[in-house]
């Protein structure tokens, strides 16, 4: 807020105040009036923290399902009244008809057949240390991505994809249903590259042969590019890849008989690590989230 403001704000709670003793005639108007304005101004000076927005979920019982559908965005609670009425929403299959039935945010909400998501998209992004678990149930002791990202968003976001304990680099997290399975079983593949540091020096041989594609139990993985960084020991590799298999590019070195040391994704599906440090986030911008939809 500008001094302008400020200055504006007191000028304008001084005056409310005045008007406030003039109505009323007695002296307690005034002291209230007063009491406001030290309360607003001892604020002032005092670092303003933006507020999170509150999860719809946070009652235990759930939510009613006109509010439910409200929050979709598919039409105002008046109106869910009226097709919840006429049986065009289900709840995990069953068709409910019924006025106040409330719902969770595990619950299959759909409205003519289309899954319904009562909270607002969140796209974010996060440059992944080594050391965090993404999935499953971590070691005893063991940190989660999810620790990372917990002051970013009240919604129950997941991972998009996985990466190692140990691997670094980018990790997309939403809670859109639609976006997060297109991610996940993409027609042509999502560009990713890894800078990759490997036990032993990658010989030109073996580079070569990898452009041709390796085998991976049976099944030939394309390798779009793959070649020495710059100014760094050719066990310091990059590799670009369109396969969202699991261990992927370790299983590919450890197929030529290399073992993977580290392992860091600078680039997913057009998202790069620019300006975003190690173990820091940040939310999609709107053109960002258009082009994920369109891979």
Do not use: W
């Amino acid at each position: 807020m500008s001094r302008h403001d400020r200055s504006s704000g007191r000028k304008n709670s001084k005056n409310t105040g005045s008007r406030g003793d003039r109505s009323s005639g007695g002296k307690q108007s005034g002291r209230q009036g007063g009491g406001m304005r030290n309360k607003s101004q001892s604020r002032g000076n005092a670092p303003i923290k933006p507020k999170m927005e509150k999860s719809p979920f946070s009652n235990t019982e759930g939510i009613r399902l006109n509010k439910y559908i409200a929050n979709s965005g598919i039409c105002s609670r008046r109106e869910a009244d009226i097709y919840i009425a006429a049986g065009n929403v289900t709840v995990n299959g069953d068709t409910i008809t019924e006025m106040g039935y409330r719902v969770k945010l595990e619950d299959d909400v759909r409205f003519d057949g289309r899954r319904l998501n009562p909270e607002k998209p969140e796209y974010i992004l996060l440059n992944k240390p080594a050391g965090f678990f993404v999935t499953g149930n971590p070691e005893k002791g063991g940190r989660t991505v999810l620790e990372l990202i917990s002051k970013a968003t009240k919604a129950r976001v997941s991972p998009v994809g996985k990466l190692d304990n140990q691997a670094k680099g980018l990790l997309l997290f939403t809670n859109d249903g639609t976006l997060a399975k297109k991610l996940a079983k993409p027609k042509n593949g999502i560009r990713q590259i890894y800078q990759v540091s490997l036990n032993k020096n990658l010989s030109k041989e073996d580079m070569e042969n990898m452009k041709e594609g390796v085998y991976i139990e049976g099944s030939k993985v394309q390798i779009t590019d793959v070649s020495y960084i710059d100014d760094k020991p050719h066990n310091e590799v990059g590799i670009e890849i369109r396969s969202i298999k699991e261990h992927i590019v370790t299983r590919i070195f450890k197929s030529l008989g290399y073992e993977v040391e580290s392992l860091d994704r600078v680039v997913f599906g057009g998202l790069t690590k620019k300006d975003l440090p190690r173990g820091r986030h940040r939310q999609l911008t709107e053109q960002e989230v258009i082009n994920l939809g369109m891979l």
